[in-house]
Antibody, heavy 119, light 111 residues
Framework: EVQLVQSGAEVKKPGESLKISCKGSGYSFTSYWIGWVRQMPGKGLEWMGIIYPGDSDTRYSPSFQGQVTISADKSISTAYLQWSSLKASDTAMYYC????????????WGQGTLVTVSS | QSALTQPASVSGSPGQSITISCTGTSSDVGGYNYVSWYQQHPGKAPKLMIYDVSNRPSGVSNRFSGSKSGNTASLTISGLQAEDEADYYCSSYTSSSTLVGFGGGTKLTVL
């Protein structure tokens, strides 16, 4: 069974750093792209970027380029999303997804990681 | 502002059919057969319902169907059931640097 299991909810202060994770299982982790999708409170879905764990090829949405870093450790089948300096506007639910390229659909979703940034 | 345009809400009675539209441009919906649809219940992760315009993943009810005409894709749900009440999002590959665009979402209410 394909699963993407994300790390737990986080509460941080503005300016702090954060790295959340997404562990894949039940499939060949290095053969599929992993993507990240943001959902701000009460809002819609936003595509952030993707990584191919096989060679760490990474693409970002222009809206998120420079704001976050996507990485992966294929030895432990885990992808990451990290911030170096959080802002209150980063408060959102973040989902990792198994991302088909170029078809751009997401057939498996993690359960989501809620990030709350507040002073 | 979302890349793709969806109605904010639609409603229907049990047993009826409804259609949700998703309008883009020739750079996304109109240019590629890479439109997908997601269902999201409150507090849950989205679920893939349709991919590549009209394909259903295994396990998705055949009451859900997708189509496309020009720059507009559509999701049709027939035989509405109470459990279909949810938010629905379309997405498409786009030739812009964004790679993927989402619609703003449509809230389906089953009356």
């Amino acid at each position: 069974e394909v699963q993407l299991v994300q790390s737990g909810a986080e509460v941080k202060k503005p300016g702090e750093s954060l790295k959340i994770s997404c562990k894949g299982s039940g499939y060949s982790f290095t053969s599929y792209w992993i993507g990240w999708v943001r959902q701000m409170p009460g809002k819609g879905l936003e595509w952030m970027g993707i990584i191919y764990p096989g060679d760490s090829d990474t693409r970002y949405s222009p809206s998120f380029q420079g704001q976050v870093t996507i990485s992966a450790d294929k030895s432990i089948s885990t992808a990451y999303l990290q911030w170096s300096s959080l802002k209150a506007s980063d408060t959102a639910m973040y989902y990792c997804v198994r991302h088909w390229v170029p078809a751009a659909h997401f057939d498996y979703w993690g359960q989501g990681t809620l990030v709350t940034v507040s002073s | 502002q979302s890349a793709l345009t969806q109605p904010a809400s639609v409603s229907g009675s049990p047993g009826q059919s409804i259609t949700i539209s998703c309008t883009g441009t020739s750079s996304d919906v109109g240019g590629y057969n890479y439109v997908s649809w997601y269902q999201q219940h409150p507090g849950k992760a989205p679920k893939l319902m349709i991919y590549d315009v009209s394909n259903r993943p295994s396990g998705v009810s055949n009451r859900f169907s997708g189509s496309k005409s020009g720059n507009t894709a559509s999701l049709t749900i027939s035989g509405l059931q109470a459990e279909d009440e949810a938010d629905y999002y379309c997405s498409s590959y786009t030739s812009s640097s964004t790679l993927v665009g989402f619609g703003g979402g449509t809230k389906l209410t089953v009356l």
